[in-house]
């Protein structure tokens, strides 16, 4: 049988198409559907319980297709497709994805700091779909050991898939990652932050960082103290955050917690174009935990991003940013 050439049209076609298919006879999400059909053609097999009819319509989808042939880069970028028209549809708020833009500056900031080392460990606390995680892997000829915690069903059925399809060896773990996860300390890790209130005031009050004027605890901050705890020392922080982070009373604490225990390396907030709502902008906080040959940069790298889309402007910052490190690489080594 003739292998099927695919292009990125083509690809999300498959996704969209097959994952269709499965809505409408299984009476689930799309979301949940796009799980379903990617380890269908990771395992070569229809896995689900389905008439005659509909598997010979879902074996005529996925006939020659080989994705070992496809680049990992445009599965990513293919799947995200799928995913994001599934997350159009999709009622819960917390479905949602890290900028493609985003995760491609993230992966570069990351061969920046890890540029003298040819392994790592890396952990996403909030690995969502993955997104982030695999755009660092596709983008690095480093040996990285990652690992992806995800507290949502749905999100971390298609960061398996998602992970599968793109021959990645990930260890991802089903649970609320501000409770204990068992995962041995890190040497980077990265965090699109969720922002809001932590529902659980038991597990928020054995942090640092819980609020001290009742009420719930701000996620935001929380995460920040997880994932400062789960660093080795000298690893990078290198997080989302939102631009209102270091705003009002509960501030105070935050600051003091981060200057106890971190370096800041960088804060280069993204273009406001980006978000819908100002109120909503987000900032890349990078922080290096504190050790004993860990010291402070001559100057923190601070910057306000252009516009991913304006390439001339892109390349003065990027060029900058490879003076900085140029320049500060004995600090942070």
């Not at 006939?63 to 599965?75: C, P, W």
């Not at 965090?191 to 054995?206: I, L, R, S, T, W």
């Amino acid at each position: 049988m003739a292998t099927t050439i695919l292009d990125m049209e083509k690809l999300f076609q498959l996704f969209d198409n097959s994952a269709t298919i499965l809505v409408n006879e299984l009476h689930i999400s799309y979301l949940d559907a796009l799980a379903e059909t990617g380890e269908n053609l990771f395992e070569g097999d229809i896995l689900q319980d389905l008439d005659s009819f509909t598997k010979r319509r879902l074996q005529k989808e996925y006939e020659g297709v080989d994705l070992t042939t496809v680049s990992k880069e445009m599965i990513r970028k293919a799947f995200q497709l799928a995913i994001l028209k599934g997350m159009k549809e999709a009622i819960q708020p917390t479905h949602e994805m890290t900028p493609d833009a985003v995760c491609l500056f993230i992966s570069y900031l990351i061969e920046k700091l890890m540029q003298t080392r040819k392994a790592f460990s890396l952990l996403d606390p909030a690995y969502g779909t993955g997104n982030l995680v695999t755009a660092i892997l596709n983008n690095t000829d480093k040996a990285i050991t990652a690992y992806g915690v995800e507290v949502d069903e749905t999100l971390i059925k298609l960061g398996y898939a998602n992970a599968n399809l793109q021959r990645h060896e990930i260890e991802l773990f089903r649970q609320d990652a501000l409770q204990p996860i068992f995962v041995e300390d890190v040497d980077v890790i990265v965090a699109d932050v969720p922002v809001g209130f932590y529902p659980n005031d038991v597990v928020a009050n054995e942090y640092e960082l819980s609020t001290k004027s009742g009420g719930h605890s701000f996620s935001h901050y929380l995460y920040i103290e997880k994932s400062l705890k789960h660093l080795n020392d000298g690893g990078f922080l290198v997080a989302m955050i939102p631009n209102f982070m270091f705003e009002g009373e509960e501030a105070a604490n935050l600051n003091a917690f981060i200057k106890k225990n971190a370096v800041i390396i960088g804060l280069l907030q993204l273009p406001l174009t980006m978000f819908k709502n100002n109120k909503h902008a987000k900032s890349i906080f990078i922080l290096q935990k504190k050790g004993e040959d860990v010291r402070v940069p001559k100057q923190a790298l601070l910057a306000e991003l252009p516009s991913f889309s304006k390439k001339d402007a892109m390349r003065g910052i990027i060029k900058n940013i490879d003076i900085w490190f140029k320049d500060n690489l004995n600090f942070i080594q």
